[in-house]
């Protein structure tokens, strides 16, 4: 860890406290996992604060890790223009309740990938002010990137025009 | 006229299904239904080294009232596949199909929930062709069996199809 991303784990701690449940470095970059209630809050944190700014959210995507106890992951990649530093901040999240507090409200940007990640996953966005499908049918009835899913679909769920 | 002049005073005889066929086959318009790679190589097939028109085809025609022979060049996802049928119906007969690469012809590398694992699941294919993406001279092989094929069918009865043909 260099001394910025050292200072910013620090700030970070300091600030949410238990929040923050896990910090790791992969590869230069480093992971922070916090609780989902604080995620709104640290993302704002974040894009704001005067020290090292993340005015960018490169990206949300859902995991299914399936056989860990808490099934799905929501992991965000934010970027400062300022620094050249990346974040990831991760959400672990229970099966029985795969809800995660929107940040649309602080990343506009997030809007279609927290769509994409409910249209993956069922996992869902509240405070999202459009949470369709982004991908697949309006109607369709599965999540195709749980792991659960079978490769070639569930036979009949896509309708296809006949034939002629 | 250059008919005329070529057959100087005489006259000629033939048959209503080979002289339509014959004028059919060489003025196919096709259909561009370009949805992945395979339609950059259908683009360099119309470019001046490769010369689509050599063929009578040159006229790509992006209103499916106006063309004759819809070629599906790309990946077929089953949301899309909706829009390809809309398409189609909308074409009038005669009407040809080709299925360009292998996505087209059967799902190719996507072995997967959302693409349709060949386009004949939901429309009728007169050409497959292999490749991915063809070239454009695979591209030509296909029309021109599609012409031979356009040659030898009936007037009246031009879905009098056999079966579709491989072009590898």
Not at chain 2, 72 to 86: D, E, I, L, S
């Amino acid at each position: 860890m260099n001394d910025l991303q050292q200072s910013l784990v620090d700030s970070l701690r300091e600030r949410f406290g238990d929040s923050v449940e896990e910090v790791r470095e992969f590869r230069d970059d480093v992971i922070v996992v916090v609780t989902r209630q604080a995620v709104v809050d640290v993302a704002t944190w974040l894009r704001d604060n005067e020290h090292c700014p993340f005015p960018l959210c490169e990206d949300v995507f859902g995991i299914d890790a399936w056989t860990r106890k808490q099934r799905f992951e929501v992991n965000y990649h934010f970027f400062s223009l300022q620094c050249k530093q990346r974040i990831h901040l991760k959400v672990r999240l229970e099966e029985s309740d795969p809800a995660v507090p929107s940040i649309t409200g602080v990343y506009p940007g997030a809007n279609w990938y927290e769509r994409e990640t409910f249209d993956m996953y069922g996992i869902t966005f509240p405070g999202h002010p459009d949470l369709r499908r982004a991908y697949m049918p309006e109607d369709f009835e599965y999540y195709p990137l749980r792991k659960d899913f079978p490769l070639m679909g569930i036979p009949g769920s896509l309708p296809l025009p006949k034939r002629g | 006229m250059g008919l005329e002049s070529a057959l100087g005073e005489g006259y000629l005889t033939t048959q209503l299904d080979a002289l339509v066929g014959w004028a059919r086959k060489n003025s196919l318009w096709p259909m561009p239904m370009g949805l992945s790679c395979c339609a950059i190589e259908l683009m360099s097939a119309g470019d001046p080294r490769h010369d689509i028109s050599r063929f009578g085809m040159e006229v790509m025609r992006f209103s499916p009232r106006q063309s004759d022979v819809m070629i599906v060049a790309g990946t077929v996802t089953y949301k899309m596949a909706h829009v390809v049928r809309k398409i189609y119906d909308q074409m009038a007969e005669p009407r040809w199909v080709i299925a360009m690469g292998a996505c087209a012809s059967s799902g190719g590398m996507f072995r997967s929930y959302s693409v349709v694992q060949g386009i004949d699941q939901f429309m009728p294919v007169d050409v497959f062709t292999a490749g991915c993406p063809p070239r454009p001279e695979n591209l030509f092989h296909a029309l021109i069996e599609l012409q031979k094929k356009v040659q030898n069918s009936s007037v009246l009865d031009y879905r009098d199809r056999k079966e579709p043909m491989f072009i590898s």
